[in-house]
């Protein structure tokens, strides 16, 4: 190896369907290190615009078998991937592994350490109730002995950290937390100005949501709060719906019970490449969820310039500044929610000089800041 940018690198992730947020970051860090291979067991191909910008090989076909689905959070269960992923790394022969959390790939790549000698970095995307697992000892006991032969860690968030290095015992010298998850601003403008949407004129200032209608993205509660400003009197204002899912039709329902049906627009599911085009559509982004360790949608809607609502239940209020570009609420007040959606129908003024902020907050987190970020982990599990 005559330079690190000669490594081979390989990325073990058990599934990557809906990883669409990787790919601007697995492009931007291929450009750094040519020798890099992307595993999965489940490859849905690359999003417009990455198209063979990173080498994907499928190994296997991953499975997972749900055990229990607690209300209001990750349903919990296990992966089942291919031991076949050895033979690969094997005739590979990378230098480093980053292997998405604590999967039978992660624990296969640590056990062959001593055989193979390559470096492992455990990646753990942020912390929430379920994904967590603190309630199982022997979830812990099994996630600490791997922490403790990981050659390091890296995480979005702060309270990922916390839970890898107060819960999992891991070497806080070892752990790196930065946002790696983040948004492409040039592909959403891109999709702004290319995408032609069929969305009548709506009354503004128009809410916007984006997402799987599933109890965990607290869509129900959005809606609750709408119902709360009918019962204020307040409807100048439109919510836009984009997503589908399982509550849909009770959703609806519950639309029409409440008398809604003038505020709230349902456009269905967003595809991916008109994401940039219905941000530009609309004025705030309410982020609802009951658990989410991250929320990538969040932060698009900051680099698109949105100001933003966001629970308290998402990894990605730390990139809140209350007051200066959004506000953090309880998902299950409705009340709070209501209140915070009041105060940009009553003073829309807001809107601009708050959407401004966001992008100023999210203007360091770029695919090009992630993947120097990941080049200096690298070379710091290699120095070591």
């Not at 990981?150 to 890898?164: E, P, R, V, W």
């Not at 994401?275 to 004025?283: I, R």
Request: hydrophobic residues 40%.
């Amino acid at each position: 190896m005559n330079s690190i940018a000669d490594s081979r690198i390989a990325w073990l992730f058990p599934g990557l369907k809906r990883g669409f947020y990787w790919h601007p970051v697995l492009s931007e860090f291929t450009k750094r290190f040519k020798n890099t291979i992307i595993y999965t067991g489940n490859w849905p191909g690359y999003v417009s615009g990455f198209e063979e910008t990173f080498t994907v090989k499928v190994v296997g076909k991953t499975k997972f078998v749900e055990t229990n689905l607690p209300e209001g959070g990750y349903s919990r269960g296990s992966y089942y991937v291919s031991p076949k992923i050895i033979g690969h790394l094997l005739g590979f022969k990378p230098h480093v592994i980053f292997a998405l959390s604590f999967s039978a790939w992660t624990l296969l790549a640590i056990l062959f350490k001593p055989l193979a000698r390559w470096r492992v970095v455990i990646v753990y995307n942020g912390s929430s109730l379920n994904v967590d697992r603190r309630d199982s000892k022997v979830h812990i006991f099994y996630r600490r002995m791997m922490v403790r032969l990981a050659d390091a860690l890296i995480t979005n968030s702060q309270a990922g950290k916390a839970y890898l290095t107060q819960i999992l015992e891991a070497n806080e010298n070892h752990v790196f937390a930065r946002p790696y998850g983040v948004p492409t601003p040039t592909a959403l403008l891109e999709q702004q100005e290319k995408a032609n949407l069929s969305i009548p004129e709506l009354q503004h200032p128009v809410f916007l949501f984006i997402g799987v209608v599933e109890y965990r993205k607290g869509l129900h509660f959005l809606l609750k709060a709408c119902n709360q400003l009918q019962q204020q009197g307040n409807q100048n204002y439109t919510l836009l719906v984009a997503g589908e899912g399982s509550q849909r039709e009770e959703l609806k329902d519950f639309i029409k019970q409440n008398h809604l049906e003038q505020q709230i627009h349902w456009a269905g599911w967003v595809d991916y490449s008109q994401l940039g085009a219905y941000f530009e559509k609309t004025d705030v982004f309410v982020f609802p969820t009951l658990e989410d360790i991250w929320g990538m949608v969040l932060l698009e809607a900051m680099a698109c310039g949105k100001p933003v609502l966001c629970s308290q239940w998402a990894g990605a209020k730390e990139l809140v500044e209350v007051g200066e570009n959004g506000y953090i609420f309880d998902p299950y007040n409705p009340d709070e929610l209501a209140a915070l959606m009041r105060r940009f129908i009553d003073h829309p003024e807001l809107i601009p000089t708050m959407g401004q902020k966001s992008k100023q907050l999210i203007a360091p987190h770029n695919p090009e800041a992630a993947a120097n970020f990941l080049a200096e982990v690298t070379a710091f599990v290699l120095d070591h």
